[in-house]
């Protein structure tokens, strides 16, 4: 059986004396895409940020096979977890195209960064239009695809994504989850989600884990997960 590119036993994690993450186990197949499901409070962006070694945390990560737990964030971000934190993290003084150049700041092969420039703006052809414009004058919409852009640029193995759909238009939602399904199949990226709409990332996921207060209390596949009487009653509205 193939090694899990993210091994996670016994996470605890939290901030100052409050612990927020109280044990987690779980593990994510190379090519997938897990969504991380519950309700606010619930501990999925302690737990990203947890992976990320962004806040104080104690058990074991592994990464590819290789133990990430204490290391340094841009030692992980180097190893290939790139990370699209909640609120966007946008640099708004900077135009979308210098957005793009941060995002590959870690990047040795600086002979491919202009073929990857040309994919992002494939990918999102708005942001082709908005290449020399200030971030910070983009649409809550644009700012998102260039926060998943920017953090593509990496090209990253493992993809970390904290709630890409929050107050965005329905149609801006669903091309950003498009462009998600797209590079999962397309280039690999293994795909960790965040996310408020329970619906769409059970539609998306292949796998996913159901927090409640800092704790996983229900794992499987979505399928599974879609047809649980309890998690479509508190998640899905029906």
């Known amino acids: 059986m193939a090694t899990p590119l993210l091994e ?16 987690l186990d779980f593990s994510i197949e190379e090519g997938s895409i897990t969504a991380l ?10 737990t990203l940020r947890a992976l990320c070694g962004m806040v104080r945390a104690s058990g074991e990560v592994r990464f590819a096979g290789a133990s990430i737990a204490g290391r340094a964030t841009e ?41 990857d420039y040309e994919r992002m703006y494939q990918l999102f ?10 971030a910070g004058t983009l649409s809550g ?10 953090a593509l640029m990496l090209r990253p ?12 238009a329905p149609m801006v939602v669903k091309e950003i989850f498009n462009v998600m399904r797209d590079i999962n199949r397309e280039q690999k990226v293994t795909i960790l989600l ?9 539609k998306l996921a292949d796998r996913a884990h159901l927090l409640e207060t800092g704790r996983i209390v229900l794992s499987g596949s979505s399928t599974d997960l879609m047809n649980d009487d309890a998690v479509r009653r508190a998640y899905l509205g029906y």
């Open 141 to 150: 919409g644009q700012q998102q695809m260039l926060a998943v852009a920017r």
């Open 194 to 202: 965040v996310e408020q709409n329970a619906s769409m990332a059970l």
């Open 75 to 115: 030692d992980i971000v180097r190893l290939g977890v790139a990370h699209v934190p909640d609120g966007r993290g946008t640099f708004t003084d900077l135009t979308t195209e210098e957005n793009l150049r941060l995002g590959a700041y870690v990047r040795r092969d600086r002979a491919s960064l202009a073929r």
């Open 37 to 46: 499901l519950g309700a606010n409070g619930a501990g999925k962006t302690t």
């Open 157 to 168: 193995r493992l993809l970390l994504l904290d709630e890409p759909s929050f107050g965005l």
């Open 125 to 134: 052809p708005i942001l082709a239009q908005r290449r020399h414009q200030q």
């Open 8 to 23: 996670v036993r016994k996470l605890h994690a939290g901030y100052g004396p409050t612990e927020v993450l109280h044990g």
